[in-house]
């Protein structure tokens, strides 16, 4: 990336490590505010988008067809956001319509949307639905609930489970609270997933540190449903790592619970006795500390990274491979960040190294990564850049800008966008 590439006056990029990270030259943005992940807008327009510190949404992008490569930065529609509010990620709401959700100062639920067949192409935000929920809530991110139906889930501040959804054959966009009351307003709700070929699901913790799975099932009439599941041992409302598949059958994630001891949620599908919680390793975490997502690591293993109270990073790992299964946690590393930081999701940084991204104590950008390549593979961290971001500011998920490049975007303490970057071409 050479000057230029990440912005108006782009500051000198540093690096180190073959990480790089260099600040876009605008100051609007709350310092360490959430940006969505960064999605292909059009075959060559990478886009992501946040909320300023004037309230309003704002959009990131980067045009890969023109060079030198430049981002750019424009705020859009009313200033009626909390700056720093978390927009849930962009998705594509029909083939030619980017949208994603978000709550405004007046608690109602917005869309925001893109639609390429317009002329000219405007971003534009509306908002629907009764004004109940929370700006420090969480949205999930929305999935196609059926062909026709995109559907995303909610606590509200009177703690009722929602859903929200569009049928895009019969718009507008619709609320609907389900169940009982039973969840901290705003409490976090895990992204649905396909339990089986008829089922979505998805985790929450209720008021009592209760997991509850809350389901559709599709070939039922009954529609969305709330259970919760084994004894209450979670922080009430606390994050819970995404669905993944520990092993063929077996649909799982993981939590740090209120004793800050890291426990797995699971469901064994071909079993029928539901779902289940379990703790494994030592109480070394913040309860209700954030895991991130698990990641195929090999064939047979599944991990996932986690901050514990000392400050280091930390693997969590199952082996279906061997016999009995069992979680397993270690720390490496070190004990440079902020108890419970959050960390990026890992993603594949080659076909055989696996990296996320996390800003440690300092303000430091850190890599943590594992080469399965090394004789004895093993996970370590490695600071780059200048201590430029508050400590534990977000990170968006690392993606690919090109066949060699892959990059996130974080704020600094200034409040400018920055970009993280690792260019793997020759």
Sequence with gaps: MGRGEGGHGEATATRAGGWQVAPI????????????DVVWQTPTILVALTVGSDGRITVIWLDTSIHPHQWTVAGFGPATFVPGTRITNLVWQTPTILAALVVDAQRFVNVVWLDLEQQPQTWQVAAFGPAMFSSEGRITALVRQTPT????LAVDVNGYANVLWLDVEKPPWRVSPFGLPVFPAGAYVTDPVWQTPTILAALVVDIGGRGSVIWLDLAQPQGWRIHPFEQGTFVAGGPISGLGWQASGVLAALALDASGSPSVLWLDVHQAQGWHAAAFGAPTFPAGAPVTDLVQQAPS??????????GQANVAWADSGQQPQQWRAAAFGPASFSPGTRVSDVVWQTSEILAALAIDAQGLANVIWLDLNQQSPQWRVAAFGAAVFPSSAAITRPTWHSPTRLASLAI???????????????
């Design 25 to 36: 030259d605008f100051t609007l943005f709350p310092p360490g505010a959430p940006i969505t």
């Design 149 to 152: 139906v995109l559907a995303a």
């Design 301 to 310: 293993v599944v991990a996932a990274l986690a901050i514990d109270a000392s």
């Design 412 to 426: 600094d303490a200034s409040g400018r966008v920055n970009v993280l970057w690792l260019d793997l071409s020759p």
